[in-house]
């Protein structure tokens, strides 16, 4: 059956210093692979995404992430994290052998210091 | 802007109480979701729509219906709402995976208090 690991409940950083979030899966199929963030009270709203191509995805707010498919993994990173990416972050696998249904990890909670 | 919209921001009921949660996606997508996040388990599946009335069980379907008669509408409704179901209910909605994205929209979510 898939699966989505995300080995860090919570993880507190300091603010400009760099922030990296794991991700592991398993999923016998080709995954599309996603990252979601979650401010509190709000729902969950796109970072990034892969599909295809090129390992090493862009998303917004500075994001990137990189698939290695040899891991199963596919990290989020930001070199210099901003007060404002304090909020709750979720891997995501996307099933391509359903209609169109995903596995999410557990999510993992990030803390911004001063 | 794309819009998912879920009618209540925040419920509080009785148990044995019937509850409707509805959601409205602008963006005319073939799927929609009912997830259910409870802290530590991340985001659960509870009914998954393809199609304007179909439906599918996700993961923890049990205690729960849903209803979609039109492809902008998609309903959750818990027939006898127990204390075990006090948690945020998030609805998504995607265009299927052949439709080159298929990323999820997300409703800012439900949150549901049963006493």
């Known amino acids: 059956a898939q699966s989505v690991t995300q080995p860090d409940i919570h993880i507190t950083v300091s603010e400009g210093a760099s922030l990296e979030l794991r991700c592991n899966y398993s999923?016998?199929?080709?995954?599309?692979l996603f990252w979601y963030v979650q401010s509190p009270g709000q729902g969950l709203q796109l970072l990034l995404k892969?599909?295809?191509?090129?390992?090493l995805v862009q998303g917004i707010k500075g994001f990137e992430a990189e698939f290695k498919r040899s891991q199963s993994s596919f990290n989020l990173r930001k070199p210099s994290v901003h007060w404002s990416d304090a909020a709750e972050y979720f891997c995501?696998?996307?099933?391509?052998?359903?209609?169109?249904?995903?596995?999410f990890g557990a999510g993992t909670q990030v803390v911004v210091t001063p | 802007d794309v819009k998912v919209t879920q009618s209540s921001r925040y419920l509080v009921k009785r148990t044995g109480e019937k509850v409707f949660l509805e959601c409205v996606q602008d963006?005319?997508?073939?799927?929609m979701f009912w997830y259910r996040q409870d802290p530590g388990l991340g985001l659960r599946l509870i009914y998954f729509?393809?199609?304007?009335?179909?439906?599918e069980k996700g993961d923890i379907p049990e205690g729960y219906s849903v209803s979609r008669e039109k492809k902008e509408r998609f309903s959750l409704i818990l027939e006898s709402a127990s204390t075990n179901q006090t948690s945020m209910y998030l609805c998504?909605?995607?265009?299927?995976?052949?439709?080159?994205?298929?990323?999820?929209?997300f409703g800012e979510g439900s949150r549901l208090t049963v006493l």
């Open positions: 998504a909605s995607s265009t299927s995976w052949g439709l080159n994205t298929g990323e999820l929209f």
């Open positions: 999923y016998g199929a080709t995954p599309y």
């Open positions: 892969y599909f295809s191509g090129d390992t």
């Open positions: 995501a696998v996307g099933l391509t052998d359903s209609w169109g249904k995903f596995q």
């Open positions: 963006m005319d997508h073939e799927n």
């Open positions: 729509s393809y199609d304007v009335k179909m439906k």
